[in-house]
């Protein structure tokens, strides 16, 4: 394989479409920029075309600069078109919405939740109905008299919200993971204000595979799994991951092994393998090569439909069928990086906001780091004992993709697993059985077999026993190594010095040594700057609860009073009807009252209870009775804030050095 993989045609050109999307989201390009993107599109394409023919030096230069132009305007057209798709200017008061449910409802504490996509509203002023034809986020309050499921269409009235964005507090941008999502909203419908118009009709491809998926859950359910058992057996051969608990979770994620509950490429070569065994015999007859390929991409589509058509599956059995094909087609073994570059390219065109997915990101290094440092890792040892061959073989898979993944790891969640290598000798021969014997007992199940209580006996045990394991590495002394967090610039340095290594290891020319010598000691040096950097500690009110965050690390506080005196701070919360009707001689002074949902009663109750600096309103609260609150703040003459839009209020506690 090249060391060059900058010449692959597909590579250059998927950067160059997601150096367009990415340009155009930092500029945050909007409609009124897609009229000229359009032009200069059709400018840069007629240029290709002027170049095509050439041989100088200069011109094909000037052929590949118009080329690249191209798809970077192409991604940015493609990126604000996907925004279009997701944005609107939703009303600012409670309207009526007419929707279909798209996706399994799934409980939320005391609400339940599912994506609609709501196909009209109606205007209050003129009392029209208005095409909508986006997607949002429902939570509903259950009715016992009328239960939703996909398909249904759905009737409510609440006010839809532009998804709320709480980087600053929690790091995780929600309203931003809720649009690369294609969600543009969220909204509350309390009992009584919702009803079911229709059960479920026409549906489509995507909603099938999702209610397919929950026979399928059932069916486990069927053979007595359940709690965590059936959570990771969901999650491990149908990618639901529903049942899914917090620290199940942790544990996994601790013990370095939690790509495995996620459906991915690694369940896909699983699969691919134990095909290839089966059909292995149709080698020895004429076109059994075309016959298999076709074998195995049928098959894994049809898997992909099973888990629900979730979007890591379709990466993984796209990059796998563009394999496929081009392996029957070209004599020659495709190459992969052209394998990944192609797939990557395809679902970029296909959505653009994919880019800024996480689990898309850390597919598809992962699969480009297997392609370079694999064939280091796996070079280094040869061992004789098939055995010993195998084990080494796990262990070069894990270091190149581990390795790959790291800066984007440490980037986006500060963690390092240190027994990486230990968890993944044992995921890795369980994860082939649980799948095995999970197929052979769906199999045996839809034939009526009575074995099948045998062998899902089998499915439970192997489970467990996967689960008891990441639970025993996740108790070891210095399981995972957390808060290391880098910034944007330390994780592209990071990154630079694992690909100039690679290159020298490849190449052993200097050049690339220095490069490495230098982004090291540069990341270094950034490293003791940060390091020295001052620290701040903040007391944040979000959530309808009291927080205080050091760092990017967040701690709940928690008080029976609901009074909360951190530092020289005091917070009164106020989330119930407790506070109504009470009396005191001394009033307390607190520096922040929190209104949350739950609090009942008027400001009237509460001034002679306390000597109040400022009111803070939950975004929990409903709009009238915010705006009530507002009203009242004002008429006391009370400084307020309303945190609706934000989510969080921060407060300064002081700074360290």
């Known amino acids: 394989m090249s060391s060059r993989f900058t010449f692959y045609p597909p590579f250059r050109l998927s950067v160059a479409l997601a150096t367009g999307i990415f340009l155009s989201h930092c500029w945050q390009a909007v409609r009124e920029y897609l009229p000229v993107l359009l032009v200069l599109f059709v400018i840069s394409v007629l240029f290709c075309l ?11 230069f000037a052929f590949g600069l118009s080329a690249s132009c191209s798809f970077m305007l192409l991604g940015g057209i493609l990126y604000i078109l996907a925004c279009n798709k997701v944005n609107y200017s939703w009303p600012s008061a409670d309207s009526v919405y007419v929707g279909t449910i798209t996706d399994i409802p799934h409980n939320k504490g005391k609400a339940i939740q599912a994506t609609v996509h709501i196909e009209h509203l109606k205007d209050t002023l003129s009392h029209e109905w208005k095409q909508v034809n986006r997607d949002i986020m ?35 941008d929600y309203g931003r993971y809720l649009e690369i999502q294609g969600i543009g909203g969220t909204a509350v419908a309390f009992a009584g204000r919702w009803h079911r118009l229709s059960q479920c009709g026409e549906t489509t491809w995507a909603q099938h595979a999702l209610m397919f998926r929950e026979r399928i859950v059932a069916t486990y359910r ?41 459906l991915s490429g690694l369940h896909i070569g699983i ?6 065994w089966l059909l292995y015999p149709l080698r020895r007859i004429r076109g059994g090569k075309w016959m298999i390929g076709v074998c195995l991409v049928s098959f894994l589509w049809g898997f992909a439909f099973l888990s629900g058509l ?46 800024f997915d996480i689990s898309f990101q850390l597919s598809f290094v992962a699969v480009f780091s297997i392609l370079l440092f694999y064939p280091l890792f796996s070079g280094l040892c040869h061992f004789r004992n098939k055995v010993a061959g195998y084990v080494w073989n796990i262990l070069s898979l894990s270091m190149a993709a581990q390795l790959g993944t790291l800066p984007f790891v440490l980037y986006y969640f500060g963690a390092f697993p240190a027994y990486f290598l230990l968890a993944n000798l044992v995921v890795a021969p369980l994860s082939i059985c649980i799948l095995a014997i999970t197929l052979l007992a769906l199999v045996l199940s839809a034939c009526n077999c009575w074995i099948v209580a045998f062998v899902s006996q089998g499915v439970e045990i192997a489970v467990r026993l996967l689960n008891g394991s990441m639970a025993q590495i996740q108790h070891w002394s210095g399981a995972q190594i957390s808060s290391v967090y880098l910034s944007a610039w330390q994780a592209i340095l990071l990154a630079v010095l694992l690909l100039a290594l690679w290159q020298y290891c490849v190449s052993r020319r200097a050049r690339e040594l220095i490069v490495s010598l230098i982004c090291l000691n540069v990341l270094l040096v950034s490293f003791v700057m940060t390091s020295m950097k001052k620290t701040e500690d903040y007391l944040y009110l979000a959530r309808a609860g009291v927080y205080t965050k050091h760092d990017r690390q967040v701690n709940e506080l928690f008080s ?16 119930n009807g407790t506070w109504k009707n009470r009396q005191t001689v001394y009033p307390l002074s607190v520096d922040y009252v929190y209104i949350c949902r739950g609090f009942k009663g008027s400001l009237k109750d509460v001034i002679p209870l306390f000597h109040i600096g400022r009111v803070v309103l939950d975004a929990s609260l409903s709009e009238a009775y915010r705006e009530k609150l507002k009203q009242e703040c004002e008429t006391a003459g009370l400084d307020y804030i309303d945190i609706s839009e934000k989510g969080s209020y921060a407060i300064l506690l002081y700074i360290k050095n």
């Open 50 to 60: 002027f170049f095509y023919r050439t041989s100088t030096y200069s011109r094909r």
């Open 138 to 172: 429902l939570y509903w309050i259950p009715d016992s008299a009328q239960v939703l499921q996909c398909g249904d269409r759905i009737c409510f009235c609440s006010q839809v919200r532009k998804p709320v964005s709480d980087v600053d507090f929690s790091g995780f």
């Open 222 to 262: 069927s053979w007595g799994l359940k709690g965590d058992i059936l959570a990771v057996a969901s999650a491990l051969t149908v990618g639901d991951k529903a049942e899914l608990t917090r620290e199940l979770k942790a544990t996994y994620s601790a013990a370095g092994a939690s790509h495995v509950l996620a």
């Open 271 to 276: 699969l691919t393998m134990i095909l290839s």
């Open 310 to 355: 979730s979007a890591s599956v379709v990466r993984a059995v796209t990059m796998f069928t563009v394999y496929t094909l081009a392996s029957v087609v070209s004599e020659e073994r495709f190459s992969g990086f052209s394998t990944l570059s192609l797939a990557a390219f395809l679902m970029l065109v296909y959505q653009p906001m994919y880019l």
């Open 560 to 575: 029976s009073s609901h009074i909360y005196k951190v530092e020289h701070l005091c917070v009164a919360l106020l989330d």
